[in-house]
């Protein structure tokens, strides 16, 4: 079992950027494909980004491609979401989720197993 924890998140403005990071313990984070979702209370929990075993191949959504960057230090058992020129429509809660996977390059489909509680990210002036 892995636990997940958020931080990072807070009230930036328009055109703004922002690193969330995902702490991992209780497992090596290296077993793990990870993903970060996003959601808001009108809103369908969104898949956002993800990132393979070792940082090989990544995926990031349609709606924050060329703003939005997912990496990983699995020596710091971290994952980041590096987001910028951040809009209004960014704001959610984001949350880190965990996929068990033997393929170490493969990225989707993403089913998570563990997920954090999540951390909020407002984009407002």
């Known amino acids: 079992q892995v636990q997940l924890v958020e931080s990072g998140g807070g009230l930036v403005q328009p055109g703004g950027s922002l690193r969330l990071s995902c702490a991992a313990s209780?497992?090596?984070?290296?077993?793990?494909?990870m993903g970060w979702f996003r959601q808001t209370p009108e809103k369908e929990r969104e898949f956002v980004a993800a990132?393979?075993?070792?940082?090989?191949?990544?995926y990031v959504g349609d709606s924050v491609k060329g703003r939005f960057i997912i990496s990983r230090d699995n020596a710091k058992s971290e994952v980041y979401l590096q987001m910028y020129s951040l809009k209004p429509e960014d704001t959610a809660v984001y949350y880190c989720?965990?996929?068990?996977?033997?393929?170490?390059?493969?990225?989707?489909?993403?089913?998570?197993?563990?997920w954090g509680k999540g951390t909020l990210v407002t984009v407002s002036s």
């Open positions: 989720a965990a996929d068990r996977r033997i393929d170490v390059t493969s990225v989707l489909p993403f089913e998570a197993d563990y």
């Open positions: 209780g497992r090596t984070l290296s077993r793990y494909v």
């Open positions: 990132i393979s075993r070792y940082g090989s191949n990544t």
